[in-house]
């Protein structure tokens, strides 16, 4: 299922099935405590102002049972930027 979420500018947003993560998902055996992290950065120069910046999404797997990006595992302490409209699992 597709799950939306608000999130934090800048900032960070965990993912996982431990009760201490941002948004905890249930008891699923592909998920993991800790499975992925997004962080949000301010794109572009820093002599824009914060409102005309592109907001980055990156994407960090921090799971044993894998982050896929596009049906492409990530790798467990690997990052990398979502483009608008990408998909992970």
């Known amino acids: 299922p597709l799950l939306s979420l608000r999130l934090p500018l800048p900032g960070s947003f965990e993912i996982g099935r431990d009760e201490g993560c941002d948004e905890t998902i249930g008891e699923c055996a592909a ?15 820093g002599d824009q102002p914060a409102g005309e910046r592109a907001v980055e999404v990156w994407l960090e797997d921090r799971s044993t049972n894998g982050t896929f990006v596009g049906g492409a595992r990530l790798g467990k302490g ?6 608008p409209g990408e998909r992970f699992s």
């Open 78 to 83: 690997n990052t990398r930027r979502l483009v």
């Open 31 to 45: 998920i993991s405590a800790s499975h992925c992290k997004l962080h949000l950065r301010l794109g572009g120069g």
